[in-house]
């Protein structure tokens, strides 16, 4: 056995048995398929043929549930894939040949597209100086991703494959976070390389896994730990640009929902950060800090894009 997929559901009755028909399908390595289930009240983790199932009674959360998945995987890969999500035929061989060939790749990845194939959802992930991430090229139609294999800052969780031991040795994601911001806070602790193979690709329901972009959920994680992450990884000024962004950020959501819950949601995630940044501050040197800083690209180029998406007004 080569590859242990894992998977982390919550509440996956209508979009899992989908998933793990397409992984069976479109496998080709020997494998093994690990459901970390985190909590279901639905009943989506019970009679699953040919799947290892870890089932939790209280939420774990996206990171920890990851990481439980990888210390019981019996292979030396490890990939995570969304429990909402179709591989495509193949998926796995591009991604194990590029570990297989190169130990300075420490995380291979796919291409994240729309559920019909045809539009990109993700090319790698961009990192910005609020410690956000977002898909490179989102939006674009699928003939414009990269003929071959490139070098991107981040991967998806919902596409990334590793190596067991080196993943676990790096301490997996960070639980501190639960959810949204782990994929961010890995890349910048990462010395070796991501690359993404266009050769490999996942086809994403947009909207299960995550929920709808204006909610509670998708509010308050965000904002408590693009504030865990800067305070974690960023030198002096670059974490003040990084506050004051994410401040702004958060404004303009508050705005455009214009809703008493979202300004509730994102005070208490400005509250649980602020409180929780001066723990974090002390666990990277400055050398490491200063490497982190040099993957996050600038805040014009960040807001350019965010305007291209039309999530942000001009």
Same mark, same amino acid.
């Given at each position: 056995?080569?590859?242990?997929?894992?998977?982390?559901?919550?509440?996956?009755?209508?979009?899992?048995?989908?998933?793990?028909?397409?992984?069976?399908?479109?496998?080709?390595?020997?494998?093994?398929?690990?459901?970390?289930?985190?909590?279901?009240?639905?009943?989506?983790?019970?009679?699953?043929?040919?799947?290892?199932?870890?089932?939790?009674?209280?939420?774990?959360?996206?990171?920890?549930?990851?990481?439980?998945?990888?210390?019981?995987?019996?292979?030396?890969?490890?990939?995570?894939?969304?429990?909402?999500?179709?591989?495509?035929?193949?998926?796995?061989?591009?991604?194990?040949?590029?570990?297989?060939?190169?130990?300075?790749?420490?995380?291979?990845?796919?291409?994240?597209?729309?559920?019909?194939?045809?539009?990109?959802?993700?090319?790698?992930?961009?990192? &910005?100086?609020?410690?956000?991430?977002?898909?490179?090229?989102?939006?674009?139609?699928?003939?414009?991703?990269?003929?071959?294999?490139?070098?991107?800052?981040?991967?998806?969780?919902?596409?990334?494959?590793?190596?067991?031991?080196?993943?676990?040795?790096?301490?997996?994601?960070?639980?501190?976070?639960?959810?949204?911001?782990?994929?961010?806070?890995?890349?910048?602790?990462?010395?070796?390389?991501?690359?993404?193979?266009?050769?490999?690709?996942?086809?994403?329901?947009?909207?299960?896994?995550?929920?709808?972009?204006?909610?509670?959920?998708?509010?308050?994680?965000?904002?408590?730990?693009?504030?865990?992450?800067?305070?974690?990884?960023?030198?002096?000024?670059?974490?003040?640009?990084?506050?004051?962004?994410?401040?702004?950020?958060?404004?303009?959501?508050?705005?455009?929902?214009?809703?008493?819950?979202?300004?509730?949601?994102?005070?208490?995630?400005?509250?649980?950060?602020?409180?929780?940044?001066?723990?974090?501050?002390?666990?990277?040197?400055?050398?490491?800090?200063?490497?982190?800083? &040099?993957?996050?690209?600038?805040?014009?180029?960040?807001?350019?894009?965010?305007?291209?998406?039309?999530?942000?007004?001009?």
């Amino acid at each position: 056995m080569e590859l242990s997929v894992v998977l982390v559901n919550y509440n996956g009755a209508d979009c899992l048995p989908a998933t793990l028909a397409a992984l069976a399908a479109h496998t080709r390595s020997e494998h093994e398929v690990i459901v970390v289930d985190s909590a279901s009240t639905d009943g989506s983790w019970e009679g699953l043929d040919g799947v290892r199932v870890l089932r939790f009674e209280q939420n774990v959360g996206f990171a920890a549930g990851c990481n439980r998945g990888a210390e019981a995987a019996r292979a030396p890969y490890v990939a995570f894939v969304n429990f909402d999500a179709s591989v495509e035929d193949g998926w796995d061989e591009p991604l194990l040949a590029l570990l297989r060939a190169d130990a300075g790749v420490a995380v291979a990845t796919g291409l994240l597209v729309s559920p019909d194939g045809a539009t990109l959802e993700a090319v790698g992930l961009e990192i &910005a100086p609020n410690t956000a991430t977002y898909g490179r090229m989102e939006g674009l139609p699928r003939s414009a991703a990269p003929a071959g294999p490139v070098e991107v800052v981040a991967a998806s969780g919902a596409l990334t494959v590793v190596r067991r031991d080196e993943f676990l040795a790096l301490g997996g994601f960070d639980e501190l976070i639960w959810m949204y911001g782990e994929e961010a806070d890995y890349a910048l602790r990462l010395e070796g390389r991501t690359v993404l193979h266009p050769g490999s690709a996942i086809r994403h329901e947009i909207g299960h896994a995550s929920g709808p972009r204006q909610s509670e959920t998708r509010l308050y994680w965000p904002a408590r730990n693009r504030l865990i992450n800067a305070a974690r990884h960023l030198p002096p000024a670059a974490l003040a640009l990084s506050v004051a962004s994410s401040l702004a950020f958060d404004v303009v959501s508050a705005a455009q929902v214009r809703e008493a819950w979202a300004v509730r949601a994102l005070a208490r995630g400005w509250r649980d950060g602020l409180r929780l940044m001066p723990r974090v501050r002390r666990e990277r040197t400055a050398e490491q800090r200063a490497r982190a800083a &040099a993957k996050l690209v600038p805040l014009r180029t960040a807001v350019r894009e965010q305007r291209r998406l039309e999530r942000l007004r001009a």
